[in-house]
T-cell receptor, first 117, second 116 residues
Framework: AQKITQTQPGMFVQEKEAVTLDCTYD???????LFWYKQPSSGEMIFLIY??????QNATEGRYSLNFQKARKSANLVISASQLGDSAMYFC??????????????FGKGTSLLVTP | DTGVSQDPRHKITKRGQNVTFRCDPI?????LYWYRQTLGQGPEFLTY????????KSRLLSDRFSAERPKGSFSTLEIQRTEQGDSAMYLC??????????????FGPGTRLTVL
């Protein structure tokens, strides 16, 4: 079963506007972490933001914020004031288990974001 | 440059040949991960090391795949008798396990393998 679901294969947003990329997850663990990565056409995965399952506040990193709704099992990424350089693939990922485990990341299929002038 | 590096960046080979990829993690990172990414998909976990010990292997890692991390520094991923289905981007990531758990994983630029 898919652990991470990203339902938007592609999204468009105009420069300077905000955009929300959806992510829902499936786990029975109480302790887990949620990540967002950006993958430009060059291929490198760039870490954007992290939310722990026990964090009460939504994570923020500059123009990125994570809208964490635990009961709904969703972890949407909000990009404010979009820039042309934000055009890329965006992946949501989850790490399950205890915080001191070495578990790998489970990734969704990604959302392709295109920022237009 | 203090990031994760991978070599080569691109590899084209004929079916049946063996290939080996190298990953150099961030120097102080004790955990190293290998992922495979096919077109239109997110990365899929293959295996990971803590220092020199290989602690977990995915079912995706068939007998033709072997990974090593001698001395807990760089790692190699070898694919023997390559098949066309092995064509993918192979990504390496590293992280630092600290007193409060695993930090975020930093990824390298990947090695794109094409099997003809």
């Amino acid at each position: 079963a898919q652990k991470i679901t990203q339902t938007q294969p592609g999204m468009f947003v105009q420069e300077k506007e905000a955009v929300t990329l959806d992510c829902t997850y499936d786990t029975s663990d109480q302790s887990y972490g949620l990540f967002w990565y950006k993958q430009p056409s060059s291929g490198e995965m760039i870490f954007l933001i992290y939310q722990g399952s026990y964090d009460e506040q939504n994570a923020t990193e500059g123009r990125y914020s994570l809208n964490f709704q635990k009961a709904r099992k969703s972890a949407n990424l909000v990009i404010s004031a979009s820039q042309l350089g934000d055009s890329a693939m965006y992946f949501c990922a989850m790490r399950e288990g205890l915080v001191n485990s070495g578990y790998a990341l489970n990734f969704g299929k990604g959302t392709s974001l295109l920022v237009t002038p | 440059d203090t990031g994760v590096s991978q070599d080569p960046r691109h590899k084209i080979t004929k079916r049946g040949q063996n290939v080996t990829f190298r990953c150099d993690p961030i120097s102080e990172h004790n955990r190293l991960y290998w992922y495979r990414q096919t077109l239109g998909q997110g990365p899929e976990f293959l295996t990971y090391f803590q220092n020199e010990a290989q602690l977990e292997k995915s079912r995706l890692l068939s007998d033709r795949f072997s990974a090593e991390r001698p001395k807990g520094s760089f790692s190699t991923l070898e694919i023997q008798r390559t098949e066309q289905g092995d064509s993918a981007m192979y990504l390496c990531a590293s992280s630092l396990r600290g007193p409060v758990g695993d930090g975020e994983q930093f990824f390298g630029p990947g090695t794109r393998l094409t099997v003809l």
